[in-house]
């Protein structure tokens, strides 16, 4: 399989870059070859210094993954434990550091506008669902738990008087 297998990844969860967006590609030769020259027309390469961090990142001992791992689940259990105790409905993420939040039950046609309210009127940031399917789908806001422990505690105090804001 060697010789057919493409592995491609990203470093910006992992660590913690996620507006840089660097990644990378294992592959045999000639797929990276053929990498290379879609790459050269496509975007300019990474900074040559955010290369090295990156190269220092991928030696990190596996105590580093063991730990992230235990710091990202730690965050996203109290989030959605949070969640639960008021009621929300959501899509419980597998591996990522956001959690779709269903909204059908406030009536909103337009998860854009719905976000904006919910700045506005709950002083919680969130991003609409619509923007990662192609099908249209309105009734998903996106929220990212990868906060401190003080800032989710209190979006989830926010989100307690959600349905108060959004009664018609």
């Not at 840089?20 to 027309?41: C, M, N, Q, S």
Request: charged share 25%; with cysteine.
């Amino acid at each position: 399989m060697r010789e057919r297998t493409l592995s491609c990844s990203s470093l910006s969860k992992t660590y913690s870059i996620t507006g840089w967006r660097l990644g990378y590609i294992i592959a045999p030769p000639e797929i990276i070859d053929t990498a290379r020259k879609v790459h050269d027309f496509l975007t300019v390469g990474a900074a040559a210094p955010l290369q090295e961090a990156a190269v220092v990142g991928l030696r990190f001992p596996q105590s580093y993954y063991d730990g992230l791992l235990q710091t990202y689940t730690a965050k996203r259990d109290l989030f959605l434990d949070g969640l639960r105790q008021i009621g929300l409905l959501f899509t419980e993420p597998q591996a990522a550091y956001y959690v779709m939040l269903d909204i059908s039950e406030f009536g909103w046609e337009n998860d854009l506008d719905f976000c904006e309210k919910l700045a506005e009127k709950v002083g919680v940031g969130a991003v609409p669902g619509s923007s990662f399917f192609r099908e249209p789908v309105n009734n998903l806001i996106r929220l990212h738990f990868a906060k401190t422990e003080a800032t989710l505690t209190e979006a989830l105090n926010r989100l307690q008087g959600i349905r108060k804001a959004f009664a018609r």
